[in-house]
């Protein structure tokens, strides 16, 4: 008999402490997921900052007129063609674009008229 009642308490204990794990498990996927939040949150954080860090250059040149179906994959090439054909004698290799940004504000309804 105090064998049968020692795997019982023994039961209960293992029961218990798998309950406790289990809670554990529970709690660590929660604190998983919310350290992933907050890491994707300063991720958004950083480069918002940056870009406006970039867009707030002394050195930045303001082009107006460029349409605003020339998407942002695209608008660095965009204005690399368009200075190669401004300056058609000057020395294209050299020519470096560190970043091409549109301005801050909402994008126009008319996808032809200009914006900066």
Known sequence: ???????NDLMQCTHVIEEWMDQATIRSDAHEQAIEDLRN???QLVEAQDDLNNRSQCNNIRLRGIPEFI????????LRE???GLLPEGPHAELRLNRANR???????NITQPQE
Request: charged content about 20%.
């Open 82 to 84: 368009m200075f190669c």
């Open 41 to 43: 949150l300063v991720r």
């Open 103 to 109: 301005a801050l504000w909402a994008p126009s309804t």
């Open 1 to 7: 008999m105090p064998i049968k009642e020692g795997l």
């Open 71 to 78: 998407k942002m994959d695209t608008l660095a090439s965009t």
